[in-house]
């Protein structure tokens, strides 16, 4: 039996409540992606708009292969109603895995991305109490409990793993990629709350390159723009000359940092 129903929440289309108490570790969901789309390149090389206009072709003959009813699950998920349905479906809805390409002698990487009936049904939150897995060598996607989660309450992922951005920068890339505007436990909150949020998380991203736990918040944080390569670099052989009792003094920080924000999916099992 489901330890979730799908309800239409309000003012966020549907999503997955728990039907049952859920405790942390407890695998939810164990799903077969609808769509599955190699891409060929690492995400963060990705201009991913130009991506999915330029593979509409493609895109349009994986949704049309699928069943009738495989086809209805996928164009009810959430997707912009002024653009082409499946691209924006698979730009709002899809999970991206990075894989190491199988070639001697290149470390260049590979992105797959799917697109579940029920996963993909799961909102946003900055505060998740659950996280995504694609689990070899079953290949499927997993849903796991990462706090008790309530009779009732619903369930939730983050869907910007490597940000520790400020409230302002998650609620408006938020809005830019997923068209809606954030109002989770951690967004709408007194100023001084915030404030203090967000000096946590700012705080916890210098640790996180310092200790080489955020390869991937390196190239997305939003500071980037200004920082050339020559001072990420210097990042990294500063984190290299640290003595271990200094890493590992900045990852126990790093790790209550998060305890502090209620973090406990990807971001804390990696650290």
Known sequence: MPRYTVNAIPG??????????????????????LIEIDIGVAWSALDSF??????????????????????????????????????????????????????????????????????SLINHSCIPNAMYVWELPRARGVIRAVKRIETGQEIFLAYHLADWWDGTSRRASLNTEYDFVCTCPACPVPARVYRNQDARRWCTASRVRRTHMGTLLTRHHPKNATESQATVMRWITASERCEPHVLMGEAECYLLDMEKEGIRDQRYVEA
């Open 50 to 119: 130009n991506f999915f206009t330029q593979q509409q072709n493609v895109l349009d003959n994986a949704v049309n292969g699928l069943t009738p009813a495989k086809r209805g699950y996928f164009r009810a998920l959430s997707h912009d109603s002024n653009n082409n349905t499946n691209i924006s479906s698979l730009q709002r809805n899809s999970f991206s895995e990075e894989s190491e390409v199988d070639v001697p002698g290149t470390t260049d990487k590979d992105t797959t991305l799917r697109v579940y009936r029920y996963i």
């Open 12 to 33: 966020r289309g549907n999503g997955l409540v728990a039907n049952q108490v859920i405790d942390p570790g407890t695998k939810i969901i164990v799903e077969e992606p």
